[in-house]
Structures are given as C-alpha cells and as structure tokens.
C-alpha cells in the first residue's frame, strides 16, 4: 500500500512539473527549470553519502574498534541479501541514526554515540534494520528524484513571482491588476503544493522501511520500543540538525507542533509505533 501510495504521489508531483511549467511558464520555461533542479539534487545524490556524514562529523569505525555494532550490521545485510555497507558513529547524545549512498553498494550507516548508549541490543537491531531498509528500497534516490521535481516547480514559481513583479505594470493595466497578483498567488500555491507532496513522499518510505525493517529483523517489536525510546529521547536531548537533512533520520531531529508539523519529513511517532504492533500482533511479517 505505501509502496502505491509513493507511486501515486510521485504521479501527482510530475503532473503538478507540467500544469505549473505552462501555466507560470510555458514549455521553454518548464524544461528550464527542471534542467537546473536536476543537476543542483543529481550532483548532490552523488556526493550525498560524504556530506551529510562529514556534516555531522562521522567517524568510520572498524572492527576493533565496535566490534557488536559491525556484528549486527553484517548479520542484517546477509539476511537481507545486501552488500556490506560503511558503519560511523557520530559523537552526539541525541539519540539517532541515518542511512546514506546511492546504492547499496556505496552505502553508509550511521548512529550517534546517545543511540548507543539509550537502545538495548534487540532494540538497536530494529533501526539498523530500518536503515538497511531504506538502502534496499533506494530511497536516497527516490527521494532525489521527488526534490528534483518539487525544485522545478519552486524555481518555476520563484520565475513566475519576479516576471510579474518585473513586468507587471503592463499587464495591470489590461488585465485590471488581476494578472499580477493572481501568478504570483498561483505560484506560491503550487510551490507549497510540491513541497507537501515531497514531504508525503518522504513520509510514505518511512512507513515502508520500518514494515520492511521489522521484517527484516524478524520482531516489529524491536523498532518499536526503540521508536518509542528516540521519541523521547530525541525531545530531552534536541539535535542540532540541518533542515535539508532531517529526512534521512530514523526520527526527526527537528521538532514542530501544530501547523509546523505539516512539513515534517517523518510521519507521527505514534503513527509508526501503532502499525509495528499491529503487525506484531498479526504475526503479518
């Protein structure tokens, strides 16, 4: 179901690319604009895995060094049929963990040293098998893919916005002030549409890596108490993140109440813990 629910939503932003691209504009400025989101998210998806775990200061550990982290992560990507990915840890006491790489066969790891020491083992081995989960189902870049389109539309928008401040005179005077004012609410609207829809998206292959997660570590029980121990910990110890990165981690490191919580990357908490234990409770893993 969420595996449809990612489809449909990615139908829903390529078709909002071409309505906004002719409506703000046209054909010409539709490929423009697409052509400039492409090669800003595509040269990110490349050298994705080396910035985020440089920005958070990640530090590739050996096997001598965490010998039952490495352990666990070897014996998840066997059974998963995955290449063995690079494991870090970040020095950091808010609790969390993230996936990054292109592929899985240029993947990393990561899990702040407060994961460590909050997670028992069981629980510990439900977020890597989450993580594993994303690097399987390559959500790095799908969701490189939905930035690229909802780029595109937001780079149209923002064109559309200042042609009509630019030009807008004119086209006041014919149109009887309606036309500026009326591109530039269109396009605000539309760029807040493809930012929620990327955000959908993002959330959708949250739901599908913790089903695939639990399914992989065989006990949705794992993922989530260990969901519901980052919940909290994550409010007690608040992470000093990076917007454009809060997606890639197993909870957000970014907090939002109310209207804000519209924009979050992650589904509810809540959310996700119910449908392990539903599952848990099922046995339909």
């Known amino acids: 179901m969420n595996a449809l629910k990612t489809a449909l939503l990615m139908t829903i932003l390529t078709l909002l690319l071409v309505f906004a691209g002719n409506a703000l504009g046209g054909r010409s400025g539709m490929v423009i604009a697409f052509v400039m989101a492409a090669v800003m998210n595509f040269g990110a998806y490349w050298f994705s895995d080396r910035m985020a775990l ?3 200061g990640a530090r590739e550990v050996s096997e001598t060094e965490a010998p039952e982290l490495l352990s666990m992560v070897r014996e998840l990507s066997a059974r998963g049929g995955l290449p063995m990915p690079r494991v870090y840890i970040v020095e950091n006491d808010a609790p969390n963990a993230f996936a990054t790489g292109r592929s899985p066969d240029h993947a990393a790891v990561a899990v702040t040293t407060g994961i460590l020491r909050i997670l028992n083992r069981n629980e510990l081995l439900g977020v890597l098998a989450h993580e594993l989960a994303h690097i399987k189902n390559r959500d790095i870049l799908i969701g490189t893919i939905a930035a690229t389109f909802a780029g595109a539309v937001g780079m149209m928008a923002s064109m559309a916005q200042w042609g009509a401040l630019l030009g807008g005179g004119r086209s006041d005077e014919e149109e009887g002030g309606g036309g500026m004012i009326g591109t530039i609410i269109f396009s605000i609207i539309a760029s807040i549409a493809a930012t929620l829809v990327q955000l959908a998206i993002s959330r959708s292959r949250e739901y599908l890596a913790d089903e695939a997660g639990a399914r992989l570590v065989g006990e949705p029980a794992f ?3 260990a969901l519901h121990k980052l919940h909290h910990g994550v409010e007690r110890i608040p992470m000093q993140a990076n917007p454009s990165t809060a997606h890639m981690f197993i909870v957000n490191p970014l907090t939002g109440k109310g209207v804000l919580s519209w924009f979050s990357t992650h ?12 599952m848990a409770r099922t046995g339909k893993f």
């Open 54 to 56: 440089s920005m958070y």
């Open 223 to 225: 993922l989530a108490g």
């Open 267 to 278: 589904p509810p908490i809540e959310e996700r813990i119910a449908r392990l234990e539903e």
